[in-house]
Structure formats: structure tokens, C-alpha cells
């Protein structure tokens, strides 16, 4: 008798351990914050920057685009830095590629608007390989421009052509004038 009532109570034990894992298993499965995005519903942005006709706080342009702009998928990127709490004449905007047309026109349309353009980021970085050995070498760091599409952009050629020695472009006796 005892053993029937343990193992009907391990039964049901696992009875309720499957139910609970197909719970939790369907609930998470459902939501939606679980659920990866089609290519559809993905929406990429891109930052604008709107330069105004005057100086003003940043809230009060901010507020200007919220009450003219009448159309969705932008919006206002609060600048974190120290120059933040001064008059500017100028704001950041993300906006939504799919209706970035109908944005960009209603904003450029506005009286206080002076013009709208994307804005562009610039990074500098050493060229890898720069230090083959991962110190740097007393004097002047040889870079190449990097706009060069295709080129070996090694330390050791960009110093392919350079020596150790220097070259005077002066005449010896011309030099000796100057010291005496």
C-alpha cells in the first residue's frame, strides 16, 4: 500500500513537471520579445544632422520638429556633452529609411529649417600592422592615405623606401659656412 501511494505520487509529480515544462516551453515561445524580426519588420535608421536659422536651446528646436513634423519614424537624439547646455543651431535626427523621403522633405520645408543633411563619422585608427613587433619606434609614424583601395598597407611598405640615414640637401662647404 505504501509503495502504491509513493509511486502515484511520483506520478503525478512528474505529471505536473511535464505540464509546467510545456507551459513555460509554448509561453516563451510566444512572446514577443522572444520572437526574431522578418526582414520586413526590421527598420534601419540613419542620423541627420538639421541646422536652424537661429540660435536657440536645444529643447526649443526639439519641440519646434515635434509640433511641425507631422510625420512618424524619426526622432531626436539628446546630445550628452558639456556643450549641450548651450544655445545651438543645430540638432541630431534619427530617421527611419522607409519614410526618410516624406521626412527629410517635410523638415527641409520648415521655416526655421536652414537645410538637412546626413550626418558622417570620421574615425581614425593606426593601419594594421603598423607595429610589427606591437611596440612603437622612435620618430614619425608612416601612414598611407586611406582612400587607397587595394595597396599593402604594411609597416614594412610604407618604409619600403625609406632609409636610415639622412640626406643633407645642402653642399658640404655651405655647411661649413654656417658653423664658423
Known amino acids: 500500500m505504501l509503495l502504491a501511494e509513493a509511486s502515484s505520487s511520483a506520478c503525478r509529480s512528474s505529471i505536473l513537471v511535464v505540464?509546467?515544462?510545456a507551459f513555460l516551453f509554448w509561453r516563451l515561445r510566444l512572446n514577443p520579445q522572444n520572437l526574431t524580426p522578418s526582414d520586413s519588420e526590421i527598420s534601419?535608421?540613419?542620423?541627420?544632422?538639421?541646422?536652424f536659422k537661429h540660435y536657440e536651446p536645444a529643447e526649443t528646436h526639439?519641440?519646434?520638429?515635434?509640433?511641425?513634423v507631422r510625420s512618424g519614424g524619426w526622432g531626436w537624439i539628446e546630445r550628452d556633452n558639456p556643450a549641450a547646455k548651450y544655445p545651438t543651431d543645430f540638432g541630431v535626427l534619427w530617421i527611419e529609411e522607409s519614410g526618410r523621403e516624406a521626412v527629410?522633405?517635410?523638415?527641409?520645408?520648415?521655416?526655421?529649417?536652414?537645410?538637412?543633411?546626413v550626418e558622417f563619422r570620421y574615425q581614425r585608427v593606426?593601419?594594421?600592422?603598423?607595429?610589427?613587433?606591437?611596440?612603437?619606434?622612435?620618430g614619425k609614424i608612416f601612414t598611407s592615405m586611406s582612400f587607397k583601395g587595394g595597396a599593402d598597407h604594411s609597416a614594412e611598405a610604407?618604409?619600403?623606401?625609406?632609409?636610415?640615414?639622412?640626406?643633407?640637401?645642402?653642399?658640404?662647404r655651405e655647411i661649413v659656412k654656417v658653423i664658423y
Open 19 to 21: 505540464f509546467l515544462s
Open 44 to 51: 534601419t535608421h540613419t542620423n541627420y544632422i538639421i541646422r
Open 62 to 68: 526639439r519641440i519646434y520638429l515635434e509640433s511641425e
Open 104 to 117: 527629410v522633405g517635410e523638415i527641409e520645408r520648415l521655416a526655421m529649417v536652414k537645410d538637412v543633411s
Open 126 to 138: 593606426l593601419l594594421g600592422g603598423s607595429f610589427l613587433d606591437g611596440e612603437k619606434r622612435p
Open 158 to 172: 610604407v618604409l619600403s623606401n625609406a632609409t636610415s640615414s639622412r640626406h643633407l640637401l645642402a653642399q658640404v
